[in-house]
């Protein structure tokens, strides 16, 4: 992609959210250095931006709105880049599209630009992350038998994709992990990925969506909607339903059959479907069976999706912070459940999601349940609560509570149900000072 300067350079581009993540910083900074004239717009203050600020000021051809959005900056311009979670009826997203402005965002625009690398995407509401790392690491391990190379994108915590426009060469393959944001660029695009995977549709982000569900499943589609006859799309067995008949694709249900003769550690029955969704990735490449053993060899699974930490004094604990939604905890509990041995710590920001199940979950399984503040924790306190229940003032204080609760053969899972604003920037800030808290316990 020797000419991805020319794309940029000179070109009047404003930035719709900088964030904290690294994927908006990273987009930025490259922009900057292909010569485009940026104006960055974030409703975040300068104080909360300051760690993605230091690492731009050497970037002269940068203007900066903080604390707000203003129109003038969706007219007048070559492109707008959003970041995800910018609302569906953004007024300035509006502005941009009434004046003809592209709106694009950062995986897509690398998909646009970059139309000789295989793009690998993958979605769903649970278990994308797993997958997405997953393809990763058997296409990142047989890269000499590939004879290409294999990078990894979309919505990894610190990693911006478009930038990649500056090492990737024809028939090389990248790896994202899709949310159902970064979608909306595609569906501008009107294009889809080479190979998708589409792991499973439940409710989320019902907050984003004003509890539609057709709305949340407009931006997945996208995974699949503009694929041509030679794509793929790889589905679990939960999604087939879903899935238009008239789709122009190959269409692979994974079978988990014959996943049993892979060894891997990750704890959970859902996990079966999502080694199976990654092998058959690799199987489109022809890598044999010996090689892809070899590369799930040594998989533990991701941090912060019931990643076991440390036993301390006979008391397992368990860091689920990724675990954004009542299903989602649901999952984790039914995967480690015993005799109402779990101390469940949960809680934060409402997302609009049903707790029926959840609290029924919770009764069934769990010993105690800990709440850390949050909308979403005033709505579950209400709840009719059948175990000890407490609801304490932060973090600290929960893990805090839940060991003078824990006896041996107990087990504390951080799982929180619901999304981390409110006392954390992110759920990233929220997963970090919880493995922090627990480094320190002895």
Excluded at 34 to 59: E, F, I, M, Q, Y
Excluded at 197 to 218: A, I, L, Q, W
């Amino acid at each position: 992609m020797q000419d991805y300067k020319k794309q940029f350079k000179g070109k009047k581009i404003t930035v719709m959210g900088l964030g904290l993540l690294g994927r908006g910083l990273g987009y930025t900074k490259f922009l900057s250095e292909c010569g485009a004239n940026l104006v960055v717009t974030d409703l975040k203050p300068l104080t909360a931006l300051k760690p993605s600020l230091n690492k731009l000021r050497n970037h002269k051809n940068i203007k900066y709105v903080f604390g707000k959005h203003k129109l003038k900056d969706f007219r007048n311009k070559d492109m707008i880049i959003k970041s995800a979670s910018v609302p569906l009826d953004s007024i300035y997203i509006k502005e941009a599209k009434k004046n003809k402005i592209p709106v694009e965002m950062d995986v897509s625009l690398f998909a646009k630009y970059a139309p000789g690398v295989k793009i690998i995407g993958v979605t769903g509401t649970r278990g994308k992350s797993t997958v997405t790392a997953l393809v990763y690491e058997i296409l990142k391990r047989n890269k000499r038998f590939l004879k290409r190379n294999v990078y990894i994108g979309g919505n990894v915590r610190g990693v911006a994709t478009l930038p990649l426009l500056k090492k990737v060469k024809t028939g090389d393959i990248l790896v994202c992990e899709l949310d159902s944001w970064q979608l909306q660029g595609f569906g501008e695009e009107k294009m889809s990925p080479h190979i998708s995977v589409f792991t499973s549709f439940m409710p989320d982000h019902m907050n984003y969506y004003d509890e539609s569900m057709k709305k949340y499943f407009e931006d997945k589609a996208n995974i699949f909607k503009y694929q041509k006859k030679d794509d793929i799309l790889i589905i679990r067995t939960g999604v087939k339903k879903l899935i238009p008949k008239n789709i122009k694709s190959k269409l692979i249900i994974v079978n988990t059959k014959n996943v049993g003769k892979y060894n891997f550690s990750v704890p959970g029955k859902f996990q079966k479907e999502n080694f199976a969704c990654a092998i058959e990735v690799a199987k489109q490449f022809e890598i044999p069976d010996s090689k892809i053993t070899q590369a799930l060899k040594n998989f533990k699974g991701l941090e912060g999706r019931l990643q076991y930490i440390k036993t301390i004094e006979g008391v397992k604990i368990y860091n689920d912070n990724n675990a954004t939604t009542p299903e989602a905890t649901i999952a984790g509990i039914e995967t480690l459940k015993g005799n109402k041995n779990i101390i469940l710590i949960c809680g934060g920001a409402d997302k609009r999601l049903p707790l029926d199940n959840f609290v029924k979950v919770v009764n069934k399984y769990c010993k105690a349940i800990i709440m850390i503040p949050g909308t979403g924790t005033d709505i579950l306190s209400s709840r009719k609560l059948k175990v000890e229940s407490y609801k304490v003032e932060n973090l600290n204080e929960a893990v805090e509570k839940a060991k003078k609760l824990a006896k041996t053969g107990n087990i504390i899972l951080f799982s929180p149900a619901f999304a981390s604003f409110g006392q954390f920037n992110n759920e990233y800030e929220r997963g970090d000072l919880f493995m922090k808290i627990i480094k320190k316990l002895k």
